[in-house]
């Protein structure tokens, strides 16, 4: 195969017609080289990985944030603390993310200066603070 593939089959849904059911294929092109799923440079997803939300959605790369627990030892408690971390999104993946959704990152070799994640997933879409599930 000297073509390389600029198209992967992501998911298939039923769509039901009158009596009979017709599976739809959803195709979606991706021409990202830094992609982890399509890019010829496929990014190694490696280490660690944390699920956050959301906070800035800019080209090519977005700001998650979440929470974690630190222990004082002089006080034997816990304290709340915020991490702030960027991420690269990946561009077959830019119209699924908006502020506010549950994503998990993966830990991958360094991207750019502040760039060492990569969105792997959607987990929740639009999670909204202090609302009842």
């Known amino acids: 195969m000297a073509a390389k593939k600029e198209t ?3 998911k298939q849904e039923t769509k039901i017609t009158g009596k009979t059911k017709k599976a739809v294929e959803t195709v979606v092109t991706c021409k990202d080289r830094l992609c982890p799923k399509h890019g010829d440079k496929k990014l190694k997803m490696r ?3 944390f699920q956050g939300e959301v ?3 800019l080209p090519g790369r977005l700001t998650i944030q979440f929470e ?3 222990k004082l030892a002089k ?3 816990y304290e709340k603390r915020k991490t702030k971390v960027h991420a690269r999104l990946p561009d077959c993946m830019k119209d699924d993310v908006a502020v506010g959704d549950l ?3 993966a830990e991958t ?3 750019s200066k502040m760039i060492r994640f990569v969105v792997s997933k959607v987990v929740r879409k639009n999670v909204v603070r202090g609302a009842k599930e």
């Open 8 to 10: 992967e089959k992501v």
């Open 109 to 111: 070799r360094p991207i």
């Open 55 to 57: 906070i800035k959605v």
């Open 75 to 77: 006080y034997e408690r």
């Open 47 to 49: 280490g660690r990985t």
């Open 103 to 105: 994503i998990e990152i």
């Open 68 to 70: 974690r627990m630190l």
